[in-house]
């Protein structure tokens, strides 16, 4: 079963108005991390948006937050006031903490956010 | 934060030949990973690289075909070996500057754009 899901291959949205990326993940493990990536069209993984399966409330990183709804599974990115620059493709990631042993960092396949003026 | 660079940024090989690619950061971090990204695809972890140890593979990934250096607290290599057109992607260097605690970021590279022939 794929670890994080994100549904959305493809979303438009215009110029300064907000859009939310979906994110489901799947986990037993009851410490996680949830990080928000985006990647331009030159290759780099820029960090967005770190969210941990404890934190009482949802993260925020300027116009980037976090709708994180536990019980539901899911960490959603929700960015405000988009602008052109925007535009990339957008990933999710996990990391469960250390009962699986595992460290790494799990990616879901990622949404191509575009951005129209 | 940590600044990654990679080298080579982009190279076209030919298949049955080999390519090293560098990793260096600008400070001394614990644990590197090599991360491959084939075309429209995600991410996939390769192998998570510390100092003074073996690299440790993830499924689907040997050393006979990507062995990795870790020489030092700031610099690793991945060779592809022995190419094919089915490594072609980007391959991206990550760090994790802490101990991978739960909530640690990982850093990533501009990334090594490889296309075999």
């Known amino acids: 079963a794929q670890k994080i899901t994100q549904t959305q291959p493809g979303m438009f949205v215009q110029e300064k108005e907000a859009v939310t990326l979906d994110c489901t993940y799947d986990t037993s493990d009851p410490s996680y991390g949830l990080f928000w990536y985006k990647q331009p069209s030159s290759g780099e993984m820029i960090f967005l948006i770190y969210?941990?399966?404890?934190?009482?409330q949802n993260a925020t990183e300027g116009r980037y937050s976090l709708n994180f709804q536990k019980a539901r599974k899911s960490a959603n990115l929700v960015i405000s006031a988009s602008q052109l620059g925007d535009s990339a493709m957008y990933f999710c990631?996990?990391?469960?903490?250390?009962?699986?042993?595992?460290?790494?960092?799990?990616f879901g396949k990622g949404t191509k956010l575009t951005v129209n003026p | 934060s940590a600044v990654i660079s990679q080298k080579p940024s982009r190279d076209i090989c030919q298949r049955g030949t080999s390519l090293t690619i560098q990793c260096q950061v600008d400070s001394q971090v614990t644990m590197m990973f090599w991360y491959r990204q084939q075309p429209g695809q995600s991410l996939t972890l390769i192998a998570t690289?510390?100092?003074?140890?073996?690299?440790?593979?993830e499924s689907g990934f040997v050393i006979d075909k990507f062995p990795i250096s870790r020489p030092n607290l700031t610099f690793s290599t991945l060779t592809v070996s022995n190419m094919s057109p089915e490594d072609s992607s980007i391959y991206l260097c990550?760090?994790?500057?802490?101990?991978?605690?739960?909530?640690?970021?990982?850093?990533f590279g501009p990334g090594t754009r490889l296309l075999v022939l």
């Open positions: 990631a996990m990391r469960e903490g250390y009962q699986g042993g595992s460290e790494k960092l799990v």
């Open positions: 690289a510390n100092q003074g140890s073996e690299a440790t593979y």
């Open positions: 990550s760090v994790a500057p802490g101990t991978l605690r739960l909530q640690e970021t990982q850093y």
């Open positions: 969210q941990g399966s404890y934190d009482q």
